[in-house]
C-alpha cells in the first residue's frame, strides 16, 4: 500500500482546557499519512484517480477552525473519522501536534491510527 502524506498543516482553533485557552484561538499541526494505492493515478496523471489532497486539506481546515474541543486527543478522533469517512480511505495515521503547550517543549500531541473498521462498527 502506498501513502499520500499531508505534513505540517497549520489551523488556528480554539483548544485546551484551562479558562484562557478558551477565551483565544491557538495553531495546532496537523501530519496526515494517508493509505491509498497511486498505480491508477500514476498510468493516468489524472486527479480523478486519486486523493485530491487539496480538498483533504480545505475540509479539515474548514473543520478545524469551527472546532472548539478542550482535548487533542478528541480532535485527532474527529480528524481521523472525516479522513476515513468522507474521503474513503482505509487508513490514516493522524498526528496532532499542539506547539507550545508545555513550558521547554516544541510541542506536545497526539498520533493515532484508525480504519475503516473503527468508523463502521
Known sequence: ???IFLNDLRVE???GIYD???RIRQTVSI???IAADIRRAAASDSI???LNY???AKRLIEFVEGSSFQLVETLAERIAGIVVTEFDVSRVKVTLN???AIRGA???GVCIERTTADFHA
Open 1 to 3: 500500500m502506498d501513502t
Open 13 to 15: 482553533t480554539v483548544i
Open 20 to 22: 484562557w485557552e478558551r
Open 31 to 33: 501530519n496526515l499519512e
Open 48 to 50: 480523478e484517480d486519486t
Open 54 to 56: 487539496k480538498a483533504v
Open 98 to 100: 499542539k506547539p507550545g
Open 106 to 108: 516544541r510541542d506536545v
